[in-house]
Structures are given as structure tokens and as C-alpha cells.
């Protein structure tokens, strides 16, 4: 992986900080940018889609999130080894974007396999695998089951104070 790759990336990350401080076209140029410069890699391809995903989300457009997501991220996922935390990742926004978009069953059963494969790959406590039992959680509120999402949220909490620290902002 070679300086473009490192570009590639340095460029997502500049596109969340754009959407966090409220410029949608900003981020969106820099992941265009990210793109043309990804040269195939699926590992890349997906956590640009992702990202797209996340800035739609944070800019309400729920459509664009779930076909980002879903279609575009879905490309390249297969592409990637099951054990990366990108394809993770994108599980977890796939799920996400299928909750908010009212498919709440197929949201469930992608989000479980998240935290699953995430408890496999990485361990319980870890805290890519707590971020993903929060997106469970969210599920698990939304569809009623409330008590088990109170309870999976307190655990998920607790793992990232633990190894984040009780004042980070994951």
C-alpha cells in the first residue's frame, strides 16, 4: 500500500470531519477524491461507501445512507476478508441504514451478525465489538424489546468506558 492508499484514507477521515462540522459538499469532494485514488483495493472501496453512508446519515438523507450502504458498500464486501473490521463496519451502517429505512427485520438479523462476527474476530471486549451491540441495542429499542435493549446498551457502555475512557466521544 503505497502513498496513495494513504491519501486515500487520511481523505475519509477529513470527510467525517467535514460532515461533523456541517459541510455535506466538502465531504463529499473528499471522498470522491478518495475514490479516484483507491485503485480497486475493496477494503478501501467499502469503508469510502461506508463513510458516505455515515456523512447521508448525518445530514438526515436516509435513502442515500441505505443505498450507500447497502448497494454501493455490498459491491466490494465480498471482496473483503470476513475477519476485517472494515466489512464490520459496514455491517454494522448496513444495519443502521435498513433500521432507519423501516426494514427492521433484515436491520436485525445484519446488526446480530455484526456483533457476532465482531465477538469472533476481535473478542467481547472489545470496543469495536461494543460500538456494534450499541447499534444491536438501538434495534432492540426501536422494535420494542426494550428490556433487552436497556440491558445490552448498560453492558455496551460499560465495555467502552472501560477501554475508551468514561469521557470519550466514540
Known amino acids: 500500500r503505497g502513498p496513495s492508499f494513504v491519501r486515500a484514507q487520511a481523505l ?9 462540522v456541517g459541510d455535506a459538499e466538502g465531504a463529499a469532494a473528499a471522498l470522491d477524491e478518495a475514490e479516484s485514488m483507491a485503485s480497486g483495493d475493496p477494503r478501501l472501496l467499502i469503508q469510502i461507501q461506508r463513510r458516505r453512508g455515515e456523512v447521508a446519515l448525518s445530514q438526515g438523507d436516509f435513502e442515500l445512507a441505505w443505498r450507500a450502504c447497502s448497494f454501493m458498500a455490498a459491491r466490494h464486501f465480498r471482496d473483503v476478508d470476513p475477519r476485517d473490521r472494515e466489512r464490520l463496519r459496514t455491517m454494522s451502517c448496513w444495519g443502521e441504514a435498513l433500521l432507519l429505512s423501516d426494514t427492521p427485520r433484515t436491520a436485525g438479523s445484519v446488526l ?16 469495536d465489538t461494543a460500538k456494534h451491540a450499541l447499534a444491536l441495542a438501538s434495534f432492540y429499542a ?16 460499560g465495555l467502552l468506558e472501560k477501554s475508551l475512557g468514561a469521557n470519550s466521544r466514540c
Open 12 to 20: 475519509c477521515y477529513r470527510s467525517s470531519y467535514l460532515a461533523w
Open 142 to 157: 426501536r422494535t420494542g424489546a426494550t428490556k433487552r435493549a436497556e440491558r445490552l446498551h448498560q453492558t455496551s457502555m
Open 112 to 127: 446480530a451478525d455484526a456483533v457476532a462476527q465482531s465477538q469472533e474476530e476481535l473478542g467481547h471486549e472489545h470496543p
